[in-house]
């Protein structure tokens, strides 16, 4: 299951600490995903694609986490939001199923038509991100804690384009730092957006389940 996925995207300088209103030059989504894949602020509106319908959420929260199957392919597409060389702030809740060292659970990914991508995934039972994602010498930047299956965890990740550093924090605390020089992301404009996949040279497509 996944909740409540948060993305901004700062200008030209860092978005920790910073928060601000929906619409603003500071781009923020938020998908509580009560039901439905609209993003709070009716700006950003998601489509749900899969063999099948992804369902939501029956107990606990009702209705405010939706629920992906890889074996149908489930993601949800948002409209694009531009992080490439800049700034930017990713965070979700998630339930993550049963974790295997087979596959990737896709998290978020962001790719462009040069398949240039930023990929959010959970491998080997950590959080892994990645700025070029179908590129033999790409950086990764992979968690140091071990998720849980069938338990709800946040996770948060930051690119400081001051810093030129990856970030991933894990229920609140620091999980990992990237060590010297990483650039941004570089993506162009008009970059598929999606929730509950991601693209890699290493593992191919991958969905989320749970």
């Not at 700006?43 to 107990?59: I, K």
């Not at 809740?93 to 959970?122: V, Y």
């Not at 990645?130 to 965890?153: A, H, K, Q, R």
């Not at 730092?177 to 650039?183: A, E, P, R, Y």
Request: aromatic share 10%; glycine share 6%.
């Amino acid at each position: 299951s996944s909740t409540n996925t948060t993305v901004s995207s700062c200008s030209s300088s860092t978005c920790i600490g910073q928060e601000t209103s929906y619409r603003s030059s500071i781009v923020t989504a938020l998908y509580p995903f009560d039901g439905n894949t609209n993003d709070q602020s009716s700006y950003y509106t998601g489509t749900a694609f899969g063999t099948s319908t992804p369902s939501y959420s029956t107990v606990a929260y009702v209705s405010q986490s939706i629920i992906l199957s890889p074996t149908s392919q489930q993601y949800v597409l948002i409209p694009n939001i531009n992080l490439s060389k800049q700034s930017f702030t990713l965070q979700t809740w998630l339930r993550p199923g049963t974790i295997n060292t087979s596959t990737d659970f896709g998290i978020f990914s962001q790719c462009d038509s040069n398949s240039i991508c930023m990929s959010l995934s959970l491998r080997n039972g950590r959080f892994v991100l990645s700025f070029d994602s179908m590129n033999s010498n790409n950086i990764t930047l992979t968690g140091s804690s071990l998720v849980t299956s069938n338990e709800w965890v946040h996770v948060t990740v930051v690119y400081d384009a001051t810093l030129y550093q990856q970030q991933i924090y894990v229920d609140g605390q620091i999980d990992a730092l990237s060590n010297g020089i990483v650039n941004s992301y570089q993506g162009v404009s008009l970059s598929s957006t999606i929730i509950g996949r991601s693209s890699s040279l290493a593992y191919g497509t991958a969905y989320f389940q749970g």
